[in-house]
């Protein structure tokens, strides 16, 4: 969507014990809204103290600064715990210019430091004809990036809820990508040493003829809007769901003609809702033929399986819950609205019920009915996850029992993490993106009596 500025505040919770303020460069006090560059390679130019690197990450060191009081205690910051701001992504770096809205690896990739991330620089400050969606690729786990190619205004309606829910996907060997739009899905192919592209439509559903069931921003004979998207790991088979609030989502599989273009091979039926199609993935990304597919919806998770065709509820996810994000990495995990869920076994969940998280941004009321966005779980350490969500983000080290705010980032709405090989996390939403290390031991809380 065409971003407006501002920012949701919110205090932090008296209950939860979470990593500190952030040291910004010279003692200077946490801006309203991130603007200087403080990647962790600029760290010094900046005014901060490098104390050298961490598994190829610039470590800084500055000044511990204290959080919060809580009955007489202070928290604080260790000296050598801080959070970088990733400035080297593509764009005007106006609001929200900074925000991954997708991240990316390759089919059966193992490199963690290696994917891609798709941005949407759609401020109301960048003229229009400005405003791009940018791909860009990372080698060294999100501190620097290189931009890989642009996707014009064309193929997408940066004024109805554009650069929040577009499907991405990097087809093997990471020169083409599948993009979902409002304006249907497209085959993007990177060009060498250009970030033009050329951009092809995959062909998709049409707005029919007639009355709809409810009021919609297309006429009749437009593209639906594309929303999920994934790729089997062998890239020949590409899945695309479509829809958009009309309570008739789609699913199509597709394969590669004999021009080498997505070509629709069928659709998927019998898809047991009529919400918005959220998430997608498979209990194996690494099989050529998983089992099943799990895909999240505006109000449920379900389970399709892949040989019979046949789809059913995910078990242990609560009524009307919109799913937003779900990874398979340690079982299947959900960040749904409202809750986080971890896995049981197949095809099973149970939520958090601990009261960890901020219920809302303008309120210190904690429980666990949070608005989560993303989850993600690190393959190197399965009990360390990390959740994005409406009131911040938050952190687990025991498998998602229990979970810890990380208050050290700028208060905001934050929508991805992923996790890098050495343990890092980089995250990002709407004051932009980050990368932290909240488990190293030095990052702890801690608390000092008076």
């Not at 690896?105 to 401020?123: H, I, R």
Request: proline share 7%; charged share 20%.
């Amino acid at each position: 969507m065409l971003r407006k500025k501002g920012r949701l505040a919110f205090a932090a919770a008296g209950l939860l014990l979470a990593a500190a303020a952030p040291v910004w460069p010279q003692g200077a006090s946490r801006p309203a809204a991130p603007k200087a560059a403080t990647s962790a390679k600029k760290a010094t130019a900046t005014g901060a103290r490098s104390t050298g690197t961490v598994s190829g990450k610039t470590a800084r060191r500055g000044a511990s600064s204290k959080l919060f009081s809580r009955r007489g205690e202070d928290v604080e910051e260790p000296p050598e715990c801080a959070i970088d701001q990733v400035k080297t992504l593509p764009g005007s770096h106006e609001y929200a210019g900074d925000f991954i809205e997708a991240t990316a690896m390759e089919p059966g990739a193992d490199d963690q430091d290696v994917f891609w991330a798709l941005t949407a620089d759609l401020s109301e400050a960048v003229p229009a004809d400005r405003r791009f969606m940018y791909i860009s690729k990372t080698t060294d786990g999100g501190e620097t990036w290189t931009p890989v190619s642009r996707v014009g205004s064309s193929y997408f309606e940066a004024q109805i809820g554009e650069g929040l829910r577009n499907g991405f996907i990097v087809a093997p060997g990471g020169r083409t990508f599948v993009l979902t739009t409002q304006k249907g899905a497209f085959e993007v192919v990177s060009q060498p040493g250009t970030t033009s592209a050329v951009i092809r439509s995959i062909d998709g559903p049409r707005v029919p003829d007639g009355p709809s069931k409810i009021p919609l921003t297309k006429k009749p004979g437009e593209p639906v809007r594309a929303n999920v998207a994934l790729l089997s790991s062998d890239g020949g088979t590409l899945y695309l769901g479509f829809g958009y609030f009309d309570r008739s989502p789609q699913l199509y599989v597709y394969r590669r003609g004999a021009s080498g273009n997505w070509v629709s091979d069928r659709r998927i039926t019998g898809l047991p809702s009529q919400m918005d199609l959220l998430s997608i993935q498979f209990d194996d990304p690494k099989a050529v033929k998983p089992h099943f597919m799990y895909v999240g919806t505006g109000d449920q998770a379900y389970l399709l399986n892949m040989a019979t065709m046949r789809w059913s509820r995910v078990d242990g996810v609560g009524d009307d819950s919109a799913i937003h994000g779900m990874t398979v990495v340690g079982g299947l995990h959900i960040a749904a609205c409202w809750g986080v869920y971890n896995p049981v076994g197949p095809g099973m969940v149970s939520k958090v019920t601990s009261p960890t998280f901020l219920i809302h941004p303008t309120t210190d009321e904690a429980g666990p009915n949070v608005r989560a966005y993303s989850v993600d779980v690190d393959p190197a350490r399965l009990n360390r996850a990390v959740v994005t969500s409406i009131t911040g983000v938050y952190v687990s080290e025991d498998s998602g029992r229990n979970w810890r705010r990380v208050n050290a980032l700028p208060e905001g709405e934050y929508r991805t993490a992923h996790f890098d090989a050495d343990g890092s996390v980089l995250v990002s939403g709407m004051p932009g993106t980050f990368l932290m290390r909240p488990f190293d031991e030095i990052c702890r809380p801690r608390l000092r009596r008076r």
